[in-house]
């Protein structure tokens, strides 16, 4: 954000604001490409749709919390969130105060978060670039949806996403992620249903 042209105070008041390091990553791009703000705010706004499904999956763990502890879950969620909460609440269905639980995990994430970006902030310009660390953001996704693969429904749908993703990564807008968000959902619900129409048989 600073290299982008962002003062540093507004760089981290941004990072407090919008808690989406892709979402911030695709807005700066676009904007140093002078695109119209409409369409920078709506390239984010579709990126962000992840969180809406990741917001289905635990809404049935959180769904008896406080509002404005639901509020608070929902400004914290991230990726590897998500990840680390679904996969432990997926083996322990009864764990109490799943919340909390959650909150936790977030707060440490954030904290984390914030901690880096001031880092960056401060640090960030005299790093070479020829290291390419932004490459690392890719390794950590890659890194959570392989984690998040325990059946073979999750596989047909990471490999459902993948294929989508990658043969409509040139759409405009970044409508490629959406698009392998729901090639997935599906692929996983197809084979999950198939699978149990095949065992009462």
């Known amino acids: 954000m600073v290299a982008a042209g962002l003062p ?3 760089a981290m008041v941004t990072n407090l604001v919008v808690f989406a390091g892709t979402s911030q990553l695709a807005a700066l791009q676009l904007a140093g490409t002078g695109s119209p703000l409409l369409v ?7 990126i962000n749709l992840r969180f809406a499904l990741y917001s289905l999956s635990l809404a049935p763990h959180v769904r008896h919390a406080p509002f404005r502890l639901r509020l608070l879950l929902s400004y914290m969620l991230t990726d590897n969130g998500y990840a680390h909460a679904a ?7 009864r764990e109490p105060r799943k919340p909390e639980y959650l909150l936790g995990a977030e707060t440490a994430i954030w904290s984390a978060w914030q901690a880096g970006t001031l880092g960056g902030v401060l640090a960030g310009a005299s790093v070479p ?3 390419q660390l932004d490459f ?7 890194a959570l949806a392989l984690a998040s693969i ?3 429904s999750a596989l047909f749908a990471a490999a459902a996403a993948a294929f989508i993703a ?15 968000a ?5 692929a996983g619900l197809a084979h999950e249903t198939w699978t149990r129409s095949r065992s009462r048989r």
């Open 8 to 10: 540093p105070w507004l």
């Open 40 to 46: 920078t705010l709506f390239a984010a706004a579709v």
């Open 87 to 93: 996969a432990r609440f997926a083996t322990r269905a």
């Open 129 to 131: 670039a020829s290291w």
């Open 136 to 142: 690392t953001v890719t390794l950590t996704f890659i």
């Open 150 to 152: 325990r059946d073979r």
């Open 166 to 180: 990658v043969t409509a990564h040139r759409l405009p807008f970044r409508l490629g992620l959406p698009l392998a």
């Open 182 to 186: 729901l090639a997935g959902i599906a």
